[in-house]
């Protein structure tokens, strides 16, 4: 009986175990909240730089909530490359709200799934976007390289940090930035190829997000020159220190339109219709805006622009709808399988 | 030459060859572990602690450990009947299943995430029936067991069948001669026979269920204090610059891997001295 006796706890173990894994599978968030204890959960699924603004944000927007409904609203957050977070929404994350880098991602949920119905963008002010940035150079202090603009990465002993496009929102901003300014600067689309082509040459590490690219630089000092976000360099000089590092601004870069939106589809299934749409609208209000300029977001709301208007250089910026034909053919073009960054890559590692 | 008389160079290789093991050793494996433990505290006691007891720091703990708690016993289950099955019983297609069972030592863990997300994900094969019926795999804790369960399936099994293999079916055969039952068997003959390697066996899985990262990143969602468990934890830490919280969970992380090959070898201590006792 010695052994059998051993065997039980085990036995007991097993059977909670088991028990536990069918409660974790069972529970959702919408019996939570019309369970009538008000307590209600939305998920924000959103880009890599992000982490900073909404942990500020979202203790604000929880207070407005419960000042103004009396419930209590619990923000989950996930955080990682663009395109890979959209996949996961389409592979059947469960998010409320979607806040990526970049509209195309965004479209790609409403085209194949239920999550999201199309005409999204049109829901809320400034096409959706409750902030925008552009794209800076980060440099070594003292910028050893003279690097000063797009035309120096191509320089010999440059190395430069950019993360992949493939799967990083601020990666294609990064590269469609470069290509604008080759092709105002050297005049037709072979010589923008071309200088981009030199370009992703000079990158030794392709990053899946534009984080993991700004640790690489940053953190494990490989590279002369990081393409990033603005919010993403100013961040990096704040926590990394400010004697590290310097911002270079090019002569040309491009409006970065981060977009967000409800996923109408997912919301409806959660019962969170209601507090999702409040969330992103919260987003446009003067309180977060200041939150926005603070986490060196450029904000959309004029007030606000007023007040931050010493921290953000001014840039020349092209749009993506003025050069591209906005994101959807950008994309098809670009990023595709098979399309223009694929086949510079390819052939610059033969 | 004979053998046993030793050749001048002996010495030499010798010591080359220790030197280098043990060179290799500290470069390789013990510096890092170092640099974890030093940087973890490089800001005192105070931050560390802070880190470990932050809620989502604490939330990824107990998914980790929930996750072990759940695969470790399946795998526990499946290990004894795998090794049972093949070394007491013969049956065709048994080298096939062994076969299987080394599957995942074989796979890259990031195509054993990728395969559940194509089987559970939404746009998979059971994807919409499951999102119809409410039940979440993906990007849950469900499909994060899966994944660990996955990963870890061969161990047990793997420490089981050469030892209940060398130990043949004579014991079994004689209790059941002498009238005991089936489960009697298992449970009075069996299992005291093979118990250290089974703890062994389970040391190893709950090693590697606690600090696999590639197939438990691809199904998690990344979700703060819901689907992180420490391994992701310890990225997300890493990439918002909280070097130190990270390495702190990291060097909780190595704790549990020292703690379990300071168990390793005190069973392996015990089992060859059991092992010899209980065959004579």
Redesign the interface.
Known sequence: MK??GK?LP?TV??LG??L??GC???A?RGEAGEGGSKRIEI?NVSY?PT??LYEEINPKFQARWKAETGEDVTI?????GAGKQAR?I?????ADVATLALAYDIDEIAE??P?LSKGWQTRLPNNSAPYTSTIVFLVRKGNPKGVSDWNDLIKPGVAVITPNPKTSGGARWNFLAAWAFAKGKYGSDTAAQDFVKKLYAHVPVLDSGA??AT?TFA?RGIGDVLLTWENEAFLARK??GEDKFDIVVPSLSILAEPPVTVLDGNAKRHGTEKVAEAYLRFLYTPEAQDIIGKNYYRPVDPAAQKKFADVFPKVNLVTVDQAFGGWQAAQKRFFSDGGIFDRIFADGRK | MSVSVPFRGDRMVRIALTLAATAFVALFLLLPLIAVFVEALSKGVAVFVAALTEPDALAAIKLTLLVAGISVPLNVIFGICAAWAITKFDFPGKSLLITFIDLPFSVSPVVVGLVYVLLFGAQGWFGPWLIEHGIRIIFAVPGIVMATVFVTFPFIARELIPLMAEQGRDDEEAALSLGAGGLQTFLRVTLPNIRWGLLYGVLLCNARAMGEFGAVSVVSGHLRGLTNTMPLHVEILYNEYNFTAAFAVASLLALLALLTLVLKSTLEWKFDYSHGSVRH
């Not at chain 1, 989950?76 to 990682?80: A, D, L, Y």
């Not at chain 1, 389409?90 to 469960?94: A, F, Q, R, S, W």
């Open positions: 052994i059998s065997c085990f173990a097993l175990a088991a536990l894994a974790s599978g069972g959702s998920l890599d982490r900073e989950n957050m996930s955080h990682g996961a389409m592979d059947g994350l469960d194949k799934t999550a984080r993991g640790t953190e926590e990394l």
